[in-house]
């Protein structure tokens, strides 16, 4: 059974820095995309980034590029979110996802990946 657990949210002022991580477990993460995707109160989910843990391919939401960085740790089988200069419209709960197909900015745009965290609040004050 895949399961992938998030971590890391919180409450932190406008311009400050949250880490997110991801730990993944029954399936072999070195085979999946792993994203981040999140959902404001009021709106609908939005894809962030993704990675290919095979051969460590990314991709970026427009608005998030040159803020957050998407890494991981494959012997930890853990997914990161660096997010950096963060503003109040980066509130939302933020998720993790895994898909079989490769990371690029389509998959992004889906919301339909088959395996999905509980999610992990990131509120941003100004």
């Known amino acids: ?3 992938l657990v998030e ?3 919180g409450l932190v ?6 880490r997110l991580s991801c730990v993944a477990s029954g399936f072999s993460f070195d085979d999946y995309t792993i994203g981040w995707f999140r959902q404001a109160p009021g709106k609908e989910r939005e894809g962030v980034s993704c990675l290919s843990t095979r051969d460590g391919s990314t991709a970026y939401a427009d608005s998030m590029k040159g803020r957050f960085t ?13 997010m950096n200069s ?4 980066d509130t939302a ?8 197909l490769e990371c690029n900015m389509r998959l992004l ?3 339909d990946w088959p395996s ?3 999610g992990t609040q990131v509120t941003v004050s100004s």
Do not use: H, M, R
């Open 7 to 9: 971590s890391g949210g």
């Open 93 to 100: 709960v933020y998720y993790c996802a895994a898909d079989l």
């Open 1 to 3: 059974e895949v399961q």
């Open 109 to 111: 745009l889906l919301n």
């Open 116 to 118: 999905w965290g509980q």
């Open 70 to 82: 998407i890494s991981s740790d494959n012997a930890k089988n853990t997914l990161y979110l660096q």
């Open 13 to 18: 002022q406008a311009g400050g820095s949250l």
């Open 86 to 89: 963060l503003k109040p419209e």
